[in-house]
């Protein structure tokens, strides 16, 4: 089945440099409109491009459906004429997972912007792709009812993104990621099929679970156009810590030795001292001391109904933590410090783009292993001649590393720096890691696949897609290598 790929990746080549004919564009706009159908430079380039480095890949057209009944029309034109067809939502992702690296449509999902249903019996909601996490978050909050994925970008991302790259964040650790949320999806495939793939019920053993066969793949299989969400009560209060260690290590070791104590925080964040530099100076409104000795930081939340057993857990936290070399920690005591103290940790990849371009690797081990990890990653950075500023879920043992091109040359920046990446991702693997926790596959780590799966095990994932997609239409070029 391999072959397959081969064959269509060469027709998508043919297309590079050739527009896409008037006669196709010209059904486009008869399907969505003329006024949502773009092929002017501008708006290619603002639609060819992600968080990912500073990559640019344009599409051929820019359009903007409303409906999945549209959305079926325009993939069964593509898949006709074999025309590549990518997936886009908010732009925020961070492994190219948006790119149309070889052309064609680039399906941009924001008009799909509605909440259709908040199910309050049911603690369930029925939404639309291109709705913003944030905005989600905060009316099901109103209703006294909490979705509680938090990906770090979630004021801009869109929902649709967060359920193709099954996204974590900082609240991972206690409640999940996006996949234990999503009961049901109206997909729409890429020969033009809509189909849903589950029911909205909290248990379903019904055949293959198609549902959460399509979280997670990234706009490979099937365009999303519902999600039906898993709710949960909303919890009433919560206890901050920031907890400053003289050794960026103890503070990964730290991690474990919490756990171990018979406590889930809600959230267990780590930053290293670059991290928190970084952070400081892109936030200048945030005033917190940090003194030379202190090398990291851990955030750390505990929540729940009762405050008195928070603070219960908050003590023991404090017992854990004092056994290793720290400084004074820090409580949270109104929500404008909460806050503060979330705004930094969140801001960390932002401020570190603001100062350079970088490469982000999204690696995830047991958390028990993040010390070998952190050590292991600053080791391949001085061999291979690269700066890393690192932080991260370490609850989940999920560290984001990001590597800072700076003063690098292009030449070291091409082909010393992936070398240190295959070594980073090869450290992963051997502690019983993977390659990516939540950031996804997409464009930028496909290379990369063949470390962390077998021959056989690829080869089964190309038979997969060829079931979805047998002319390979769909965000071709991602996640396969």
Known sequence: ??????????????????????IIIAQLEQIVGQAFVFTDQDTRKEYGHDETEDYNFPPHVVVKPRTAAEISEILKIANKHKIPVVPIGA?????????????????????????????????????EPGVITQVLRQTVAEKGLCYPVDPSSMGSCFIGGNVAENAGGARAVKYGVT???????????????IIWTGANTLKNSTGYNLTQFMVGSEGTLGIITKIVLKLIPQQKHNVLMLVPFYEAD???????????????????????RDAIDWSLKFNDTIQIEVKEAVRAHLLIEVDGNYPEILMAEAEKIMGVVEQFQIDDILFA????????????????????????????????????ELPKLLKGIKSIGKKYGFQSVCYGHAGDGNLHVNIIKGDLSESDWAIQVPKGIRE??????????????????????????????????????????????????????????
């Open 1 to 22: 089945m391999k072959y397959y790929f081969l064959l269509y990746s060469n027709s998508f080549l043919q297309m590079k440099n050739d527009s896409l004919s008037p």
């Open 91 to 127: 732009r925020t992702g961070l492994s190219g997972g948006a790119l149309s690296v070889q052309g064609g449509i680039g399906l941009a999902m924001e008009r799909f912007n509605q909440i259709l249903v908040l199910d309050e019996q049911n603690l369930q909601v029925i939404t």
């Open 179 to 193: 996949k234990d949320y999503v009961l049901n999806l109206e997909v729409v495939l890429p020969t033009g099929e």
């Open 250 to 272: 103890q503070a990964c070791e730290a991690v474990s030795a919490i756990f171990r104590e018979g406590i889930v925080p809600s959230a267990l964040e780590f930053m290293e």
């Open 333 to 368: 005591d109104t929500e404008d410090e909460k806050n503060a103290l979330w705004k930094m940790r969140r801001s960390v990849g932002e401020a570190v783009k603001s100062n350079s371009v970088y490469k982000e690797e999204d690696t995830v081990v047991p958390r028990y």
């Open 424 to 481: 980073i991702f090869e450290l992963t693997i051997a502690l019983k890691g993977t390659l990516s926790g939540e950031h996804g596959i997409g464009y930028v780590q496909k290379d990369y696949m063949e470390i962390a799966f077998s021959k056989p095990h690829l080869e089964l994932m190309e038979r997969l897609k060829y079931v979805f997609d047998p002319n390979g239409i769909l965000n071709p070029g991602k996640i396969l290598p």
